[in-house]
C-alpha cells in the first residue's frame, strides 16, 4: 500500500510538474485573474497531494486533479461572490494583440455559459479531453456531457452571432 501509494504521489508530482502552465490556464478561465488562478492551483495542489491515497487508478489522475481544480475555483467564485471580469492575459503566458482581440469574444462568449457547459467547453477544446474523460471528471454519464457540449456550442453560435 505505501509503496502504491508512493509511485502515485512521485506520478502526481510529475504530471504537475510538466503540466504547471495547463493547470494554471484551466483554473483562469474560471476566475480571470493571475493572483487568483495561481492561489487556486496552489490549494488545488496540496489537496491533490495531501488525498494521494485516495486516488484508486492512477489512469485516472488527470480527471481526478482537474475536478479538484474545478471544485476549488467554484468554491472560490462562491465566496468572493464577485462579478467575473476579463482582464489582460497575464504577461508570463504572452500572446500578440492581434491573437487577443480575436479571442477575445470568443472568452466572453465562454464566460456567458452556465458553470456546467463552461466546463465542458473547457475541457473539451483547451485541455483536449475526451468526452468519456470529461464524464469521469465531472461524474456524469457521457450521453449527458454530450448533449451539454452540443447545447453550450449552439448558445456560444448565438452569442457570437450576436456580436457580429
Known amino acids: 500500500m505505501i509503496r502504491r501509494k508512493n509511485k502515485n504521489y512521485n506520478e502526481l508530482v510529475k504530471y504537475i510538474t510538466d503540466n504547471q502552465e495547463r493547470l494554471y490556464k484551466f483554473a483562469y478561465t474560471y476566475v480571470k485573474n493571475q493572483q487568483e488562478a495561481l492561489d487556486i492551483v496552489q490549494e488545488s495542489i496540496y489537496k491533490a497531494l495531501s488525498s494521494i491515497n485516495t486516488l484508486k487508478n492512477i489512469d485516472y489522475m488527470k480527471s481526478w486533479l482537474y475536478k479538484i481544480i474545478i471544485n476549488t475555483s467554484i468554491n472560490h467564485i462562491r465566496k468572493t461572490k464577485r462579478v467575473i471580469v476579463i482582464d489582460e492575459l497575464n504577461d508570463k503566458y504572452e500572446c500578440k494583440e492581434d491573437d487577443l482581440d480575436s479571442n477575445i469574444d470568443l472568452y466572453e462568449a465562454i464566460d456567458k455559459l452556465d458553470e456546467n457547459q463552461k466546463t465542458i467547453v473547457v475541457l473539451r477544446y483547451f485541455e483536449d479531453m475526451k468526452i468519456e474523460d470529461i464524464a469521469k471528471t465531472i461524474d456524469c454519464n457521457i450521453s449527458t456531457v454530450k448533449s451539454r457540449l452540443y447545447s453550450a456550442l449552439d ?8 456580436g457580429v
Open 155 to 162: 448558445k456560444l453560435k448565438i452569442i457570437m452571432n450576436e
